[in-house]
Every structure is written in structure tokens, then in C-alpha cells.
């Protein structure tokens, strides 16, 4: 028999964004945020269930709260659109293309039932009998209490930090024709925003809404609820012997059930005296029947039990229903998710009722503002510490709404994140900073991550330095076409530090820092310079610029500024009787002169190319040859220092970020300590990032530079892997002043890594009020740039050989082979 929607359908009309129903029932919808699942600590899921509860105390008798938890499987899908991809990001897009995750939107409908309905049973709702009290007009102050009445208990909600919300419109509760309302939204299973596509809805031999094959699960009968329940729940897959990471107690009905359900909320509002009383006359009719049964005496000892509580702790009675509805679309896939709901359903030591008979009533009660004309013979009495236990608290991890960031993974499913965690904390005011402190020992993927985040930096236009050892970002540099500064006998390191790009001049910070380069040249570390000597090199400095702009045709080098000084400054000291005392230039030359032409360091400081420096937006200092060179590493330190803080002080509204490898340990001897100090403590106030990466626990507590100087002014601390540490972690969480929340979920990383999947975990914390754990996750081909591992490194240099040195050609034919197996990593 098929009956037309429109002569049984509940809901009357939605005005003032009210949902009438014919019954003359009022209901107010709300969309809200719920945490990131993972994100809060165990006292924060206490402090969010007594909110719920503080808030439900608010609710009047005949109220109804409905909370409709929708999880939907959805695909990543791929954007090729995008003016700016790089060839990285289409590789990117095409490897997450298609990735499976959950979709999470949650509804929340407060209802105020009608004066004159009387309670529904399976038997009298309107699905079955078409029967409805006639609409009335509605008393404009009723509406305007119960606004009041929702508003506030909204407000408890929202002021808890926990739940961000807004009121459901017209517009978003019905549909239009370009766009679907949450009313027909749910009676076509679908929340897609595309426009309304009408759909048969079977309630007869089994419950089917269009192509899709629904399965209702109950949580009505008390016997079959947990002994015990409580606001969180271990999750035993991230949780070890030390640290224990913690989910919502329903959470497996939630965000961890991989298939497409609604599990939807109900509690009932109602007259605490009648409730009591039927509970007393209940009591009594047991303990007339005790002597009969045993099962009645247990009852009797429950009933009185529950009145005793309700009496001695002014609790409110309520009644509560829960229900979890899956669909698919291939009926035999519904075997499937039934064992899987089985599992989440042991998992809070429920047991499980599959629906039948009461499904059609159940999920006619579920539509938004039909929750009066739910059966209450489907319900269970408790207290609100109890039913807030069985309300769903997170949602999936969301993606930052900022235009830059870095891609990072959903640590669950996979599916791409854009990820922050640089301007958003701050202008969040969660951090005062965008430094960042790296720590993971070897073979934790640290140097992955930062090749991907620097990637991402350099994709958004900021400017980059890095200093390293160990070749980690060679692959990196030459894929953005970078300048890649190392040394080898073969081509040893150039740099010309005298270089003035055409249109600048001679700057304050330009020439102090070939002064202090000349000085380092020609004094030692324990050796003292005189202010005389000091005012020559300046005076020589200003007299060689001028001398170059004179005559053009004088390439700006060590070279010609040691002929300079030879040639034309020596004889007007000279002429000044400048005594050797006061500054002795012959001294100087002799000293000067391994780096002049013919001499043994010629090639340092009179490079050709490579000398825009200043614009090139992505520079590599490999350190690795010279870090103990007496003569190469001074020199480089200082030319790292005259770039960068160039960079910081004339590009305007341009990011800068300065990232130093384990290259800091060499750098700590040469002076270079104040340097980082000063950075870490400055850049900021130059729209800028300083970034040192360690892998050493030991470099960490022994190095006070790194203890005072970069971890207090780093609002971002990342870490990866730290199992080889666990059992001396707690030095680690007291030098960087992590909570026992980011304990647990620095321990947890890797702990649960998908098999088939080749990532490794991450984990952030912003300014010690936000931390997270995600999948570092990319493409086969972003693999091959960033790897460390040198076979693979030489098979990427193998291809790119092949292709005649296009290193964009080289990696899609290495990818290729891997994937077709002509070469096995």
C-alpha cells in the first residue's frame, strides 16, 4: 500500500525559523562544532559532560533535546583547477584522489511539545493513524519563552569553550531549488547541498530510502546498557602502559564507525512529580510480587535504588533513547557493517538490538522537529549524569581556514588537511610566535616532514634559508631551482659578498657585515681590534663603492676590492700618515691575500653567479665539508648571517623563514649563538620564522642556547617519534613544558600506522593550548624529492641524469618505473 507523503507528513511549516508541526509542537534547530576527536584531555571531557548536564537542568518539563549526529563516507575529490599547482601538487592531488573519509555534521533540535498532545506509543504515531490535532495558532509568547529558554541554554554550551553553534534559518532547514534542507536532507539520507532529489522511502518489509538499505540499532532497553559509563573512554589502538589517549564513551558509534550512520539523541523532558510517582507505585507492585520471583526482588532493590537518588540528590528523572541508523547502498555490504557495529557496540559493552517492528515509528520521530511523536515505549528512565554519557562529543579533525599552510593527513583516514600553524594560532592568539622547535631522533621521518614543510613555504612565496649537514634537502633545492652552497674539491663554495644588485646602494647593514667578515678574515677569535683599525676598514669600504661607481666596468668581488686597496687606498693612508700602528695595511694584505686572486682560498668570496641572493627565495648552506675547516666555516657563518637578516629587514609583507638543521651544534662554537638568539627573539617583528631541527635528547639538555633562547621563544613545538625515549620521557616533557595530554599523544605516534600505507605521525603543539597528531602522508613522488635514504636518493639521480638533468621528467619516469615494479625500493 503507498500512501502520500504530504497526508501523513508531521511538519507544518517553519516560521520565525521555527519548525511547526501539525500537532502545534515548537521546534528550534541549531548546527554545532564539537571538539577534534583526540583533542581534549580527561579533564576536559569531565568539564564538557558536566556542561551538558548543567545545560539540560535548564530545559522546562515537556522539552525535548534531539541531537542528530550525521556521518557520511565521502571521497576526497581531487582540484586540478587551481592556477598555482606545481607539479608536486598535482602529483599530490592525484595520489589523495578519491581517499574514503567521514563527513561529520551535527544538528541540535530543541522541542517544546503542545499542551494538549498526549503521549505517543508505537501504536498512535501519525505514520500509522494520519490522525492530527488540528494546527493552532500559536501564542506569540510561547514562542518567545522558549527562544529565550533555548538561547540560554545554547549560551551554557558556547560559553564553555568547548561548542561553537548557530541558529538553523529557514533557508537552511527547508529546501530550495538549488539547495537541500535538513528535512529533506534526512528523508533522502543526503546533506550533499545539491538540490532535492525526491526518493521513494520503503518502511513496510524492510527500511529503505531510495537505492539505499537501512539497518536501525536501539539503545531503549536499560538491561542491555552498560553497568558503567562514565564522559571518556580509553582508546586502547594509540594508548601505551605510561599515557593513555581518550575518546568520547560512544565515540565507536561516531567518528570511529567507518560507514555512512546517524545516530541520533533523544531526552525527555518531563513532569519530575508524575515521574516519581510512577516509579513509587511501581515500587510498591514489586515488592507485592518479591515473594514470588527473585527477578522481581532484584527489580524492587533497583527501583528503590533509583528513588532514593533521585530524592537524596535532587536528581531529575529523565527519559532517554538512542538510536544508531546505517545504510548502503549494496545490501549484502550491510553484513559487513553489521560487524562492524557489533564491534562498536561491545567496545562501551552495549549489546546491541537491531530494530525491526518499532524501525518505521523510530525513524518517522527522527525527522528534525518530529521528535514529540516519538514512541516513549522505546525509551529508558535515568538521570542527566548518565544520558550526557551517551551524547556523541567530537567531530572529525577540520582542515584551518587560512590561504597558507601545510597539507598534512587525517590521523584516521588519511584524507588531506590544510593545516596552519603559522598566522592562524596567532591571530587566534594562541601563540605569540611562528618559531618552531623540531625534535625527533633518527629515522622518525623528521627531515621528511621539514622537506614538505619548507615545500609548502617555498609553493606560498616565502623566502627560505636553510643551513644543513647531511645533504637532506639537495633533492628539494633542485626541484624549486634554488641555490644549492656546498663544498667538494671539484666545485668548492663560492659566495660574493661585495655583490650590490643594480639599483641598491650601499646600506648601513651591508657594511657592517663585510666589516665584521674583513675582521674575522684577518683577526683570530682571542684577538682584539683597535677603533682606528675599525674606522680605516669603513673609510675603505665607503672609498671602494664610490670607486666602482666611477668606473662601470669593475665587477664588484674580493678581487678587485683587494686591488682597491692596494692600488688606490694604501697610497692615500699614506698620504694621510696614517701610522702602521693605528692600522697596519701591509699586515692587512699579507693576511687577505690567500683570498685574492692565485691564492689558496681565491674562489671564496669572488663568485659570478649565484649572487642575487637577496631575491632567490630558496637557499641551501650544506655545512657538512667545512663545518670543521678553521678558515670556511667562519666566513660562511657570517655570509649566512648577512643574508638572512638582509632578507628580514628589506622584503616587506614577504615571509621569511630560516630553518637550521643539526648544523647548530657546529655553529654554537663560532659565535653563532647570539645570532640565533637574536633571531629567535627579533624575527617575528619582521613578519618571519626561525626554525632548529635536533634529533639528539643529550643536545637538548646539554645546550643552554637551545634550552633558553630557541624552546621559550618556540609557540611551536613539533615531535616526531619518541618511542626509543619512552622511558625518559618525562625529562623531555619538563624541558618543553608539555601536559600530560601531549604526553599521551606523543607517545601514541605510530602506534596504530596503517600497514598498507607508507607515512609516518606528527605531532604539533601551538602555544601549549592546541596540539594534534597528523599523518605525514604524500605522493610517491613527493617521496623520491624528500627522501633521505641514499639508494633511493641515487635512483632519483639516475633518472634525472637519463633526462638530460629535468628533474620534473626524471621523477615522473622514476615514479613510473616503481609503480609498473622495474624498480624495487
Not at 145 to 160: A, G, K, P, R, T
Not at 165 to 189: A, F
Not at 729 to 736: C, K, P
Amino acid at each position: 500500500m503507498h500512501r502520500n507523503m504530504q497526508e501523513i507528513f508531521p511538519i507544518y511549516d517553519v516560521e520565525h525559523d521555527c519548525i511547526l508541526s501539525k500537532s502545534g509542537d515548537i521546534t528550534l534547530a541549531f548546527e554545532i562544532d564539537l571538539p577534534e576527536i583526540f583533542s581534549l584531555s580527561d579533564s576536559e571531557y569531565e568539564a564538557f559532560h558536566q556542561t551538558w548536564i548543567k545545560a539540560i537542568r535548564t530545559l522546562p518539563e515537556r522539552t525535548i533535546l534531539h541531537k542528530q549526529d550525521w556521518f557520511n563516507l565521502e571521497n576526497y575529490p581531487a582540484n586540478f583547477t587551481s592556477e598555482n599547482l606545481s607539479d608536486l601538487d598535482r602529483f599530490s592531488e592525484t595520489y589523495f584522489n578519491g581517499r574514503p573519509f567521514l563527513k561529520h555534521r551535527c544538528f541540535l533540535m530543541l522541542t517544546r511539545c503542545s499542551d494538549t498532545r498526549t503521549t505517543i506509543t508505537s501504536l498512535k504515531s501519525s505514520l500509522i493513524t494520519g490522525r492530527f490535532i488540528p494546527p493552532q495558532l500559536l501564542d506569540e509568547r510561547v514562542r518567545i519563552d522558549f527562544e529565550s529558554i533555548s538561547n540560554q541554554f545554547m549560551h551554557i554550551l558556547s560559553d564553555s569553550g568547548f561548542v561553537k553553534s548557530k541558529r538553523l534559518t529557514r533557508s537552511s532547514i527547508l529546501s530550495s531549488s538549488n539547495s537541500k534542507g535538513i528535512i529533506e536532507g534526512y528523508l533522502s539520507l543526503s546533506l550533499d547541498g545539491r538540490p532535492i532529489q525526491l526518493k521513494d522511502i520503503t518502511l513496510k518489509e524492510e527500511l529503505k530510502v531510495g537505492d539505499s538499505h537501512c539497518q536501525l540499532y536501539t539503545l531503549a532497553d536499560a538491561s542491555k546498557l552498560p553497568a558503567l559509563c562514565g564522559s571518556r573512554i580509553d582508546y586502547s589502538r594509540y594508548s601505551t602502559d605510561r599515557a593513555k589517549i581518550a575518546t568520547g564513551f560512544v565515540s565507536t558509534l561516531g567518528q570511529l564507525l567507518p560507514c555512512n550512520h546517524i545516530y541520533n539523541q533523544f531526552i525527555f523532558i518531563e513532569n519530575r512529580a508524575k515521574i516519581i510517582e510512577n516509579f513509587e507505585r511501581r515500587a510498591l507492585r514489586l515488592q507485592s510480587l518479591s515473594t514470588y520471583s527473585r527477578e522481581n526482588s532484584i527489580a524492587r532493590d533497583a527501583t528503590n535504588e533509583f528513588l532514593n537518588e533521585a530524592a537524596g540528590q535532587q536528581r531529575q528523572p529523565l527519559k532517554v533513547h538512542c538510536n544508531l541508523m546505517v545504510w548502503a547502498q549494496d545490501k549484502q555490504q550491510l553484513q559487513e557493517i553489521k560487524k562492524q557495529v557489533s564491534s562498536a557496540f561491545s567496545q562501551i559493552d552495549v549489546i546491541s538490538k537491531v530494530e525491526t517492528v518499532g524501525a518505521p515509528q523510530i525513524f518517522w520521530a527522527g525527522i528534525p522537529g518530529n521528535a514529540a511523536e516519538f514512541p516513549m515505549n522505546e525509551t529508558f528512565d535515568t538521570f542527566a549524569s548518565q544520558a550526557a554519557c551517551l551524547l556523541n562529543l567530537e567531530t572529525a579533525t577540520k582542515s584551518s581556514n587560512s590561504p597558507v599552510g601545510i597539507r598534512l593527513g587525517d590521523r584516521l583516514t588519511g584524507a588531506p588537511l590544510h593545516v596552519d600553524i603559522s598566522d592562524e594560532p596567532i591571530n587566534q592568539g594562541i601563540c605569540t610566535n611562528r618559531n618552531k622547535f623540531i625534535l625527533g631522533p633518527s629515522g622518525s621521518g623528521k627531515s621528511f616532514f621539514t622537506n614538505h614543510l619548507l615545500r609548502t613555504y617555498h609553493q606560498q612565496a616565502s623566502h627560505i634559508v636553510l643551513v644543513d649537514v647531511g645533504h637532506s634537502y639537495k633533492g628539494l633545492c633542485e626541484m624549486v631551482s634554488g641555490y644549492y652552497f656546498t663544498y667538494s674539491e671539484k666545485q668548492p663554495i663560492e659566495f660574493n659578498p661585495f655583490f650590490i644588485d643594480s639599483g641598491e646602494t650601499l646600506d648601513t647593514e651591508k657594511k657592517e657585515s663585510i666589516k665584521a667578515l674583513l675582521l674575522a678574515l684577518w683577526k683570530k677569535d682571542n684577538e682584539t681590534f683597535k677603533r682606528s683599525e675599525y674606522v680605516a676598514l669603513s673609510n675603505a669600504i665607503s672609498g671602494y663603492y664610490r670607486h666602482l661607481g666611477s668606473d662601470h666596468e669593475i665587477f664588484p668581488c674580493f678581487n678587485s676590492f683587494y686591488e682597491y686597496l692596494k692600488e688606490c687606498y694604501s697610497p692615500q693612508l699614506k698620504k694621510e700618515q696614517v701610522k702602521d700602528r693605528d692600522f697596519d695595511m701591509d699586515n692587512f694584505l699579507y693576511v687577505l691575500k690567500p683570498y685574492y686572486h692565485g691564492g689558496e682560498f681565491d674562489y671564496l668570496l669572488n663568485a659570478k653567479k649565484n649572487l642575487d641572493m637577496l631575491q632567490q627565495r630558496f637557499i641551501v648552506f650544506e655545512l657538512d665539508q667545512i663545518k670543521d675547516h678553521p678558515i670556511l666555516f667562519p666566513v660562511v657563518t657570517l655570509i649566512i648571517m648577512e643574508v638572512f637578516i638582509s632578507k628580514m629587514r628589506k622584503l616587506k609583507a614577504i615571509r621569511k623563514v630560516i630553518l637550521i638543521e643539526e648544523a647548530w651544534k657546529a655553529l654554537m662554537k663560532d659565535g653563532f649563538a647570539e645570532y640565533i638568539q637574536y633571531l629567535f627573539k627579533t624575527v617575528r617583528k619582521f613578519f618571519g620564522e626561525a626554525i632548529v631541527v635536533t634529533q639528539e635528547v643529550d643536545d637538548i639538555i646539554s645546550s643552554p642556547i637551545v634550552k633558553q633562547a630557541i624552546i621559550n621563544n618556540s609557540d611551536c613545538k613539533i615531535l616526531l617519534d619518541q618511542s626509543k625515549y619512552q622511558n625518559k620521557f618525562d625529562h623531555i616533557q619538563e624541558l618543553l613544558g608539555l601536559t600530560e595530554k601531549e604526553k599521551a599523544q606523543v607517545l601514541s605516534l605510530n602506534r596504530s600506522n596503517e600497514p598498507s600505507l607508507k607515512y609516518k605521525e606528527v605531532f604539533i603543539s601551538l602555544g601549549g593550548v592546541v596540539s594534534k597528531v597528523y599523518r605525514t602522508e604524500v605522493s610517491l613522488e613527493e617521496y623520491l624529492i624528500f627522501t633521505t635514504e641514499q639508494k633511493e636518493k641515487l635512483l632519483l639521480e639516475e633518472y634525472i641524469r637519463k633526462a638530460g638533468g629535468d628533474t620534473s621528467k626524471g621523477l615522473r619516469n622514476a615514479a613510473n618505473a616503481i609503480r609498473n615494479r622495474e624498480v624495487i625500493l
